[in-house]
């Protein structure tokens, strides 16, 4: 879980992190890693893992809620799933 966090604030920092439900859906060609909070309603869950796992992109289920999510992307909101974009897009 460390090393999660410690990822998520490097990208937050470096803007290769994408919030909500919309941009990540946007945003998903390109990412590398989709983190999923345990706040986030199952159907938006099955629509996401559906198109990342058909990307090839990789998912986490973040253990912590929503607000903790947010905290560690550096956001002063709650956020249920983040992206985190590859450094070449």
């Known amino acids: 879980m460390k090393m999660i966090e410690k990822t998520l604030k490097e990208?937050?920092?470096n803007d290769r992190v994408r919030c909500g439900t919309k941009d990540v859906i946007r945003a998903l060609k390109g990412s590398d890693?989709?983190?999923i909070?345990?706040?986030l309603d199952s159907a938006t869950r099955r629509t996401v893992e559906e198109q990342a796992l058909s990307m090839g992109i990789k998912i986490y289920q973040y253990e912590g809620n929503s607000?903790?999510?947010g905290k560690?992307?550096?956001k002063p909101f709650r956020t249920s799933i983040v992206s985190i974009k590859s450094e070449q897009t």
């Open 37 to 39: 909070s345990r706040s």
């Open 72 to 74: 560690f992307c550096g």
């Open 11 to 13: 990208a937050a920092n």
């Open 33 to 35: 890693l989709i983190l």
């Open 67 to 69: 607000m903790q999510l």
